[in-house]
């Protein structure tokens, strides 16, 4: 299936490029990627720009996310050495988890800096991510104040600060940025049904599709429930099961319509928690860029 899917705007172009130019200011890479889409929300550019970095991956909306995939995805990042804690950036995260991760990954870098009488100084991180994956609640955790303007659309970010978290952590804060193409539909589609990607760049009823095509192969139960449907429903194929939930919730024909109704609620949650990406499956595709 071909690629549809595109969003590049302008200020990405310019947010890789402050990144690649900010890199050599920092210590540790953060890049933030949504727990309900662990490999869709990796950055290549990140990777690439990044090079041999410290990295941490901090997991965001766990509270969103499937738990057992969640634990699935950090042992299997565990594994490979590649530092990941997951949170729910909304309650129970400090700056503590992240210090008691990072800490050690830094330790001989800043002993080496002492020992050269260097005056001792904060870790210095950036934070890259996805749009709309949580960074600035994430980074409002860290820093204990509203210092970064939240919002749930992508885009809300587009300039860079610097952040005191405390006296231990400055964090450079940047844009939500995507990269030039996306390698497989299937990732578009991920970011997109999780809001990632602007939803006028889509089609909604693709989105739609998609969701509910995931839905009845791993929750029907939720779907059979929250749409009112009936056993011989699950027997339609994905284009008529999305004509039955349009006429079902009182949209008569409107399916366009419909279709955002389906992604507002899988994105809010009302299907159940979920994770489109399983480690198993980007493992044994021995995928090492998207």
Do not use: C
């Amino acid at each position: 299936m071909a690629v549809t899917i595109q969003w590049f705007p302008g200020h990405m172009a310019k947010a890789i490029r402050q990144f690649e130019e900010n890199i050599g200011l920092v210590d540790i890479v953060f890049e933030i990627i949504d727990a309900r889409i662990p490999y869709a929300s990796q950055n290549p550019e990140v990777a690439r720009i990044t090079g041999e970095k410290p990295h941490l991956f901090i997991l965001t909306k766990k509270d969103l996310a499937d738990p057992r995939l969640t634990q699935r995805w950090l042992d299997s990042f565990k594994s490979k050495g590649q530092p990941a804690i997951a949170v729910d950036a909304k309650t129970k995260f400090n700056i503590g988890n992240v210090l008691s991760v990072i800490s050690p990954l830094l330790s001989e870098k800043l002993a080496r800096e002492e020992q050269k009488g260097m005056k001792k100084r904060p870790i210095r991180a950036i934070s890259v991510g996805v749009p709309n994956v949580g960074k600035s609640t994430v980074l409002n955790r860290l820093v204990n104040r509203r210092a970064a303007q939240v919002g749930n659309r992508p885009g809300v970010t587009k300039g860079q600060q610097w952040l005191k978290a405390g006296k231990e952590l400055e964090l450079l804060d940047t844009p939500g940025i995507l990269w030039p193409k996306f390698e497989s539909q299937e990732i578009a589609n991920k970011l997109a049904l999780t809001g990632a990607i602007k939803d006028s760049v889509f089609a909604s009823d693709d989105i739609a599709l998609f969701g509910l095509n995931h839905f009845r192969e791993t929750n029907p139960g939720q779907l059979k429930e929250r749409y009112r449907l009936s056993d011989s429903d699950f027997d339609l194929s994905d284009v008529d099961l999305l004509l039955a939930i349009t006429e079902k919730i009182g949209m008569r024909d409107d399916y366009e319509r419909a279709s955002n109704r389906i992604i507002q609620d899988i994105r809010g949650n009302k299907l159940g928690r979920f994770t489109l990406d399983n480690p198993e499956e980007v493992n044994q595709n021995d995928e090492t860029n998207h």
